[in-house]
């Protein structure tokens, strides 16, 4: 293989390397009516007169399948915290009892399931479309170094191979949709 299709290969595989980490951490966003302490992540909280992630304020913890506990660092953050968690419009209802904040993870609706399965596959296509946009890439750069001398056969062997690694990746995405949907769906 030529040192031209090698580095389309690299490059197409660490722009759909990249789509899959982010289609990840998107999908972790989205709750499957567990508790999860990545459900919090995107929380921000007022701390000395600046937006602090909530991770940097406090421990985020599961004491069980439905229940979220955030233990602050100082005791005067309980209410900011719980104002913050409220104001990041994620559905949940923070109990401060004076130690730590609990949160209930209420049971997802049949239709609450679909509306998260359909936010679940728009992520998946948006991934899709990353990697076909690098198999596009890939494919263009094989076609420049055509013209610039590289083989027909050489040329057609790159193609190959890229459109091998788009399936492979196609297929991961695929799969991991698959199981999230299926944890969405799970009651």
Do not use: C
Not at 1 to 12: F, G, P, V
Not at 82 to 102: D, F, H, K, V, Y
Not at 104 to 115: H, M, Q, S, V
Request: glycine letters at 6%; a negative charge.
């Amino acid at each position: 293989m030529s040192e031209e299709i090698q580095m389309a290969l690299d490059t197409a595989r660490e722009a759909m390397e990249k789509a899959i980490v982010h289609m990840e951490a998107e999908l972790t966003k989205i709750r499957a009516g567990k508790a999860h302490p990545a459900m919090l992540d995107s929380v921000k909280v007022e701390y000395y007169g600046s937006l602090t992630p909530l991770s940097q304020v406090s421990n985020v913890n599961t004491s069980d399948a439905r229940t979220l506990t955030v233990q602050a660092w100082e005791k005067s953050m309980l209410d900011p915290i719980a104002t913050a968690i409220i104001n990041a419009n994620l559905g949940l209802n923070p109990m401060n009892n004076g130690e730590s904040i609990l949160i209930n993870i209420p049971p997802l609706t049949e239709e609450r399931r679909k509306d998260l399965t359909k936010r679940a596959r728009g992520e998946g296509e948006h991934a899709r479309v990353s990697v076909r946009n690098g198999r596009k890439d890939a494919n263009d750069f094989i076609k420049s170094a055509k013209s610039d001398g590289l083989s027909e056969d050489l040329a057609k062997d790159g193609e190959v191979e890229v459109q091998k690694l788009t399936d492979g990746y196609i297929k991961k995405i695929d799969e991991i949709l698959a199981k999230k949907e299926s944890d969405i769906m799970t009651v």
